[in-house]
């Protein structure tokens, strides 16, 4: 399984993007799909994640202004509204082909592929 990262840019503070990750390769009938994200000289954290079922989850940071969804197994997507400064990071998508409760979606170690990447800059 691959995933492609795509979207990333440079905006200006208060305004959006929004990314996509498509993965290619077998589909899977019970997944959990994620996003991370990785700004410079610190640790990537977590940021959004969705179900096969349609079941999402946040960090804090971003409750309210970013939204997760996918149109089907294959293809992912995070609509970054009101953006911040310390919004700027590297974003990664990330899936894992089983099922969890939410409460592990944070963890890093739950998912199995990742993307390389995609650069996010948001200027004050």
């Known amino acids: 399984v691959q995933l492609v990262e795509s979207g990333g840019g440079l905006v200006q503070a208060g305004g959006s993007l929004r990314l996509s990750c498509a993965a290619s390769g077998r589909t899977f009938s019970r997944y959990v799909m994620g996003w991370f994200r990785q700004a410079p000289g610190k640790e990537r954290e977590f940021v959004a994640a969705i179900n096969w079922s349609g079941t999402t989850y946040y960090a804090d940071s971003v409750k309210g202004r970013f939204t997760i969804s996918r149109d089907n197994a294959k293809t992912m997507y995070l609509q970054m509204n009101s953006l911040k400064p310390e919004d700027t990071a590297v974003y990664y998508c990330?899936?894992?082909?089983?099922?969890?409760?939410?409460?592990?979606?944070?963890?890093?170690?739950?998912?199995?592929?990742w993307g390389q990447g995609t650069q996010v800059t948001v200027s004050s």
């Open positions: 990330a899936a894992v082909d089983a099922q969890y409760s939410a409460s592990y979606y944070y963890r890093q170690t739950l998912y199995r592929y």
